[in-house]
């Protein structure tokens, strides 16, 4: 996993413009914490920031072909992030027809197969991926982008070239590049569903999942070679019980290979539990055990297990960001209190009374698959502190986060990095299976809007367009763009030959909109708050194989029980404890401390207070005014009868005025609306 930028020009030469390279590859150093490189051809420079992970001592970026090409130079270099899991069978079918491989790297296969296959090889990848490719030969540059979209890949055309890079700050920095935001942008941004190739920055682009572009002097051009397959589903239900229990082991054994430590992210959900479980099994028969395990917590629900304040015994573990660890099999509470804001922790065992929900399952999995577990305790003044916020955000480039919900799972990634380099992750089974509630809410299933917008959402778009200046919500009409992106994406859809279900077909649309619109903001989100702090979190439910087969699963087999994920549910049950594998959905948590949301409203109160803040020309008034008041629990204008709803949901509109300010500023936006 790493940071990748460029600069293709074909109007001027290059070489002596590596400066500008070094600024755009500097601003993801974050992303590849353990080596630089620049590659510098006449028309093409080339820069990648590298997280070593498969041969660290030869893998070196960017990569060029050992061949000579055209002025004496490479046929071809390569700057590469992510990781291809399949490389090892390329690698032997390359060896096969005759090629020599200087590196035990994935990126070298990658380059290889370019050459030995041309850019029809990207069909032969499984992996997560976004890279850069310059053929020396036609003078022609590849982007390509993974299937699912898990890495991310940006580019901008210019007059005679293009810009791109991993994210739109490596662009940015570009001289070239301003950072401007219009009505369209704006729209994209409070829209809570992720229209494909859309950047928000105005003449930014983000590479579509499964997409390869290409840039020649002809211009650019656009090749989709991978989208959701179509096709009919003939497996009776043990069938395909076994076909998901198949796949899933293939895959996480596959996203287990690394020359570096290897971790899980276990919640005690199905999801987590599932990878946790086949990755634990597969590294204790390799002899390569036992596997780490970490969980989230935060300090107001773990404080009561062993009675710890600040200045008492979790003090000093809080301010070194120590604590304990389990040892391997117990599956006990080990805990550790993350740095970044003192605040209470606790070094005991067992769950507490008023702990996580999550952690009685977290620590059932662990005892249960005989895995070094830890619990990360997050102090609340660490989630409030302004600085990993901005931290957060600026990961993301843009405001779009759920305030300290972005700011938890950095500051977990940043506890979970000081043990390990690569973590498996559950994300992207709720999508694939149909976990969440909207997949079972015949009113928002029926809705001509995104099924987690209608009357089973918990009103976070309302909460976006009622904090909006009037005359700008008015013009951004964020209800049509929603109702039109939905349509457009509904359209997208293929049915399978024969269907005729009215439920069958509308199911197969929910989930087509969960896998494209609903997954890649979740995913941008792991990718940029891992790669904040150097940490490659792996996503074994995105494997394309298993995607496409489950997608073209019916829904009453994904459903058969009666129960969310139920397919799932089958597939691993003998691997789970009951309780586990029995357990209904649970959202990623959130901090219940009211600590936490009076920081955050004594921020938004000095925000308010300071006319000069750019905000201000967003936001609505009288809604600020409102939400600012300490006492704003009572009723109000489209507020939910629910008090503790409706204070999340004030907490969620000052965290993000608050996000929106410090992104105005920071990245000095210009709105031109």
Not at 25 to 33: D, K, S
Not at 67 to 76: I, R, V, Y
Not at 213 to 226: F, I, K, M, N, P
Request: glycine residues 12%; aromatic residues 6%; charged residues 25%.
């Amino acid at each position: 996993m790493c940071g990748i930028a460029g600069w293709v020009d074909y109007a001027r030469d290059l070489t002596d413009r590596q400066d500008v390279l070094l600024g755009m590859t500097a601003t993801m150093a974050c992303r590849g914490p353990d080596d630089e490189g620049r590659w510098a051809g006449r028309h093409a420079l080339l820069g990648h920031r590298r997280l070593a992970v498969i041969d660290p001592a030869a893998g070196r970026q960017p990569m060029c072909s050992a061949a000579t090409g055209p002025g004496g130079g490479p046929e071809a270099a390569l700057t590469f992030s992510g990781e291809v899991y399949n490389h090892r069978e390329l690698r032997a079918e390359l060896t096969g027809r005759g090629h020599a491989f200087r590196t035990a790297s994935d990126t070298e296969v990658v380059l290889r197969a370019y050459l030995e296959w041309g850019a029809g090889f990207v069909e032969r990848l499984n992996g997560m991926y976004g890279f850069a490719l310059w053929d020396a030969r036609t003078e022609e540059l590849l982007l390509v982008r993974d299937r699912l979209g898990v890495k991310p890949l940006f580019y901008r055309p210019t007059r005679h070239g293009l810009l791109f890079g991993s994210e739109p700050k490596a662009i940015l920095a570009h001289p070239w590049a301003e950072a401007v935001v219009d009505t369209d942008g704006l729209r994209e941004l409070f829209a809570l569903a992720k229209t494909p190739g859309h950047a928000v920055y105005r003449g930014l682009r983000e590479v579509v999942p499964g997409r390869l572009v290409r840039l020649s002097r002809a211009g650019l051009r656009h090749h989709t070679y991978w989208r959701l397959p179509t096709t009919e589903h003939t497996d009776d239900l043990p069938t395909t019980v076994d076909t998901v229990r198949e796949l899933l082991d293939d895959t996480v054994t596959r996203q287990l290979v690394a020359d570096v430590p290897r971790c899980a992210l276990l919640s005690g959900g199905l999801d987590s539990s599932a990878v946790t479980a086949l990755a634990a099994r597969r590294l204790a028969a390799e002899g390569a055990g036992p596997l780490a395990t970490f969980a989230v917590d935060f300090a107001a629900r773990a404080a009561t297990d062993a009675g710890h304040v600040a200045g008492g015994a979790g003090a000093e573990d809080a301010a070194e960001g120590g604590g304990t660890e389990v040892a391997a099999g117990s599956g006990g509470g080990g805990t550790e209190v993350a740095a970044g804001g003192g605040g209470a922790g606790d070094t005991g065992a067992g769950a507490p009374d008023g702990g996580s929900p999550d952690r009685p399952y977290a620590h059932a999995v662990a005892a249960h698959t005989g895995t070094r577990h830890t619990d990360i305790v997050l102090p609340v003044a660490g989630l409030a502190d302004p600085l990993h916020r901005t931290t957060a955000l600026v990961a993301r480039d843009l405001p779009v986060g759920r305030g300290e919900r972005d700011t938890s799972l950095y500051l977990l990634f940043k506890a979970v990095r000081r043990h390990s380099t690569v973590a498996l992750s559950g994300e992207a089974a709720d999508e694939l299976f149909g976990g969440y509630g909207w997949f079972h809410d015949p009113a928002a299933v029926a809705s001509d809007t995104f099924p987690w917008l209608g009357t089973g959402s918990p009103g976070f778009a309302g909460t976006l367009d009622r904090l909006l200046e009037p005359g700008l919500r008015k013009r951004l009409d964020l209800d049509t763009y929603r109702r039109d992106r939905h349509r457009e994406a509904v359209a997208e859809v293929e049915q399978p030959p024969g269907a005729t279900d009215p439920v069958e077909r509308r199911m197969r649309e929910v989930g087509h909109l969960a896998l494209t619109r609903f997954l890649p903001r979740l995913l941008e989100r792991k990718d940029r708050m891992s790669m904040a702090v150097g940490l490659e979190a792996r996503v074994p439910f995105c494997d394309h194989r298993l995607v496409a087969y489950v997608h073209n699963t019916p829904w009453a087999m994904k459903t058969h029980d009666g129960r969310e994920k139920s397919l799932l549910r089958a597939a691993v049950r003998d691997l789970l404890p009951a309780a586990v594998a029995d357990r209904p959905k649970s959202p990623y948590p959130s901090t219940p401390h009211r600590t936490y949301t009076a920081a955050v409203r004594e921020q938004f109160a000095r925000l308010l207070a300071d006319p000069g803040e750019p905000v201000h020309a967003l936001l609505d008034a009288g809604w600020a005014r409102r939400t600012g008041r300490a006492a704003a629990a009572g009723p109000g204008p489209g507020r939910p009868a629910d008090p503790d709803l409706a204070d999340y949901l004030d907490r969620y509109g000052m965290e993000t005025a608050l996000l929106l300010n410090t992104w105005l500023r920071r990245y000095a936006v210009r709105l031109d609306l």
